[in-house]
């Protein structure tokens, strides 16, 4: 047996075990998915957003890409973003990041790592605008683990400087926006306390102005 194969035969487990517990479960996830929440998270193999929270499919929608990016020219993003948005009118974003990011890693590395190192220019503006912080910090580690949180709090502002994100407030559409960090030596969550609710709690400069009532 291939390990392909193996997949396909793991498959077969998995669905006999769901429709074991819940034998219309297929049936009413085919209907409709109604997540309440958007999953931004990193590509990383080892951070399944579903197991991480404990949901199963149709629960939760999920975007995923090397180290957990929110860049306003990446239209694959941003399409996830507006439909969650304002088709599943999803109530919570997640933007969650992992200690011990490969990407990360990369990006605070000075080495020629190919076409990547033009998608990791973003986490190089995270560090060079923190520097002083992160070079305060002896331990690598460390320097790489605050660089992780700070990534994922520059990403959050990103998600909030969207139009489809303040679009979604200027219509008083319930949403929050939330920064958090995935360990892997525990398999815990870290709320890093910068979630966003409203247009209020971002710089003016990125501010959408409502356009008058015609």
Not at 51 to 71: D, S, T, W
Not at 158 to 168: E, F, P, R, S, Y
Not at 188 to 207: F, G, H, N, P, S
Request: charged share 25%; aromatic share 8%; hydrophobic share 40%.
């Amino acid at each position: 047996m291939s390990k392909l194969d193996t997949l396909f035969e793991k498959n077969r487990e998995w669905a006999h075990g769901v429709k074991t517990s819940d034998p219309q479960f297929f049936e009413k996830l085919a209907a409709q998915q109604s997540p309440e929440y958007l999953w931004i998270g990193c590509s990383d193999s080892r951070v399944p957003a579903n197991q991480i929270v404990g949901l199963m499919p149709g629960e939760i929608f999920v975007h995923r890409n090397v180290a957990n990016m929110v860049v306003h020219t990446d239209f694959n993003c941003l399409t996830v973003l507006q439909y969650a948005v304002d088709v599943l009118k999803v109530k919570h974003i997640m933007v969650v990041g992992h200690y011990g990011c490969g990407g990360v890693a990369a990006a605070y590395e000075n080495a020629d790592n190919g076409l990547i190192d033009n998608w990791l220019r973003n986490i190089k503006d995270v560090q060079h605008r923190h520097r002083k912080r992160i070079e305060a910090i002896e331990d690598k580690d460390e320097r790489l683990a605050l660089l992780c949180e700070l990534n994922v709090k520059t990403q959050v502002s990103h998600v909030c400087h969207t139009t489809i994100v303040q679009n979604a407030w200027q219509r008083a559409q319930p949403l929050a926006v939330h920064g958090w960090v995935y360990s892997l030596k525990d398999g815990l969550l870290k709320d890093l306390d910068c979630t966003v609710t409203r247009a209020e709690q971002i710089a003016d400069a990125y501010r959408v102005i409502a356009a008058p009532d015609q």
